[in-house]
């Protein structure tokens, strides 16, 4: 069983728990219509802090088809840093308490509605003035209408990335990345047979018709972090 939990970080902070499901995997297509039904219900975010872990992440420049579909909604990421849970302070502390409960309750999905009400509406805390999340908690004035169209305006090409996430140009192939696959890139030559690749705007590397090869840029994905948060 996979737990997928989504609170409120906005300013000021209301730390509202918006989503608390019991997954069968950890599987982006049941994550990403998990967010999707959150979305409906309460607009979009301005960004999500998540681990390096899945559905989240993946090493294929931090990225995962999740991540990918929250950057197509205008989404930013952050993404902590591995092994410092002290960046999503607040996140860990609210795993903490849910798995408290679910030691003493069956981890249905009866019981996970129950724990989401306790939290959001029956429970003071102390950081919000023994005020509980749902008197402070606003929903986002950014409504979901699904995914945008991408539009390139200063770039010589688009591609789309192939299934196997490569690119196809002059009969030569260059791996991408499968997170990519179906999306729509944009490709500048800035050098002979060197093109710049993008996804948005965001640089994603250069490749080199000649070589079949992808030079990757520094990732261009993510948020510096404080240490605690």
């Not at 559905?55 to 092994?83: M, Q």
């Amino acid at each position: 069983m996979a737990l997928l939990l989504s609170a409120d970080r906005h300013r000021p902070c209301s730390r509202v728990l918006l989503l608390c499901e019991s997954l069968g995997s950890t599987r982006e297509g049941p994550a990403i219509a998990a967010f999707e039904r959150l979305f409906h219900q309460r607009g979009l975010p301005l960004a999500i802090r998540s681990d390096n872990g899945v559905p989240f992440a993946s090493p294929n420049a931090n990225l995962s088809k999740l991540s990918v579909w929250w950057l197509r909604l205008g989404i930013a990421i952050e993404l902590i840093k591995p092994g410092r849970p002290q960046q999503n302070g607040r996140h860990e502390r609210m795993h903490l308490t849910l798995k408290k409960k679910t030691t003493q309750w069956l981890a249905t999905a009866g019981t996970l509605r129950r724990f989401v009400r306790e939290f959001n509406a029956e429970r003071p805390h102390e950081a919000l003035d023994m005020k509980c999340p749902a008197e402070l908690y606003t929903a986002s004035v950014r409504s979901y209408a699904g995914l945008p169209g991408l539009t390139y305006l200063f770039h010589d090409r688009e591609v789309l990335v192939t299934a196997c996430g490569r690119l196809c140009r002059h009969r030569k192939r260059t791996n991408i990345s499968t997170v990519l696959a179906g999306q729509k890139l944009c490709i500048k030559e800035v050098d002979e047979s060197i093109w710049l690749v993008s996804f948005m705007h965001y640089d994603l590397g250069y490749f080199d018709l000649k070589q079949k090869t992808l030079q990757p840029l520094d990732n261009p994905f993510g948020t510096r972090l404080s240490p605690i948060s």
